[in-house]
């Protein structure tokens, strides 16, 4: 039961795109992870996600809209909706997911697909 | 499926101690408050209890010991472990608690019980 500090954790690591578990609660995990450029269009069969920024600006595409997210700022994306997480500059984040809720969801098999660790 | 603007929420109440759910992903809310002085011991049975600070200095207590969180940090508090918030000045706290949780767990008829509403 020790507190998280996430600055301290972003000082961890340096790797885009890989989320790692920093705390977790009931059946949840929450992830932080370093971003840049493009990930690729996913949708999470059952799962809702929950993206925060806590540094820079995220993009979430929708199939009809674009969501952009500053710290200060979070959105749920809900289970089954394709979007596709994209930043200009490097942007930290942090998401909330049931665990073993895959980063790539439906397109599991992607390159992108990774397992997330412990920091 | 808006992204929410914690800032904006905070602007729109005054009252301390009364969460308001901002938010919620699978069975989970996500709740704001503004908190100042001291709440009253209590734990809740079946439900882990997520902090964050968004602004100004949290103090949870536990029986043996306090934990200090400013923004930036979050703390997980476990099901069934007793704890008391406190803040010196006002603080703005986010938490992550199942639906139905209520604020004040085994002390549900406390006169700081209250139901969430949503803002």
Redesign the interface.
Known sequence: ???????EKFARFSEQWKPKIV????D?H?KVAKVQGEFIWHSHHD????FMV?DGRLTIH?RDRD???VP????????G?EHKPSAAEECQILM?E?KGTVNTGDMENSSMTVQPEIL
Chains 1, 2 share one sequence.
């Open positions: 039961m020790e507190k998280v500090d996430l600055a705390g977790s609660f009931d949840y929450v799962e809702d996600e929950l806590v929708f969501v952009e997210l200060g700022e979070f959105l749920v994306v809900p289970k909706v909330i049931r």
